[in-house]
């Protein structure tokens, strides 16, 4: 296991998606292999896709295209719930998408794993909701900004932080006001929370399991160690 180097692609659904899921894939990886693995060099990279396609064939061209140029040893794939659990999306978008990828010879990279936030990615930007209040710079609490609870219970975690955004943004003197907007949120918060916080939600938990097993697969991490 020593001296490896691991290539993963990342297609998430948008740009804010991405600059919260790079650095929080990239922090799970390298515990999963510090903790089961040994020296591995991880490099992830976005790959781009026609968003005027169908969703399989979004993945399967950008897989295509991609390899090309680089070759990549595992693809993650996001896309939101937008439901109470990731059975539609599995039905709708997964399911036939590893169905194509597995009788399709050309594509070299054939290790695929979901990422489904439920009900959307802002949902694990509040796993941490002191992280989260800390770096919105507010004494109000999580209950006066309406964000008490499992925030995978949210079904618009967007529409949430935008409510408590609004609501600190107001009480700014007009002189000095500089409204926070949600998306100057998404990098920082993926960059700082914790990942054993994202594990306490069952969509991230099912992320975590799938991404070990693809590592265990490939022979980048044994969990037995």
């Known amino acids: 296991m020593n001296n490896k180097q691991l290539f993963i692609g990342l297609i998430s659904e948008g740009t804010t998606d991405t600059r919260f ?3 929080v894939v990239e922090r799970t990886v390298e515990q999963l292999v510090f903790n089961f693995g040994g020296s591995t060099e991880i490099y992830i ?3 781009k896709k026609d968003s005027g396609k169908k969703f399989v064939n979004q993945i399967v061209d950008a897989n295509l295209a991609h390899q090309k140029e680089n070759f990549i040893n595992i693809l993650l794939v996001h896309s939101d719930a937008d439901y109470k659990d990731d059975s539609k999306v599995l039905d709708e978008k997964f399911f036939p998408l590893l169905e194509e990828i597995k009788a399709n010879d050309e ?3 054939k290790e695929i794993v979901p990422v489904i936030p439920v009900h959307m990615i802002e949902s694990w930007m509040l796993a941490d909701i002191d992280l989260f209040l800390d770096e ?3 004494n109000k609490t999580k209950t006066e900004l309406g964000l ?3 925030s ?3 079904t618009n975690p967007k529409n949430k932080i935008k409510e408590a955004l609004q609501i600190i943004n107001q009480e700014k003197p007009k002189k000095r006001r500089k409204d926070l907007q949600i998306s100057d949120l998404y990098q ?3 960059q700082k929370i914790e990942i054993d916080k994202l594990i306490q939600l069952n969509s991230f938990s099912k992320f975590y399991r799938q991404i070990s097993d693809s590592l265990q697969k490939l022979k980048y ?3 037995k160690l």
């Open 221 to 223: 991490i044994n969990k």
């Open 45 to 47: 990279e976005e790959l």
């Open 148 to 150: 008490n609870g499992n």
């Open 136 to 138: 919105i710079s507010t």
């Open 107 to 109: 594509v070299l990279c």
């Open 21 to 23: 899921l790079f650095s």
């Open 188 to 190: 920082i918060m993926g």
């Open 152 to 154: 995978e219970t949210f």
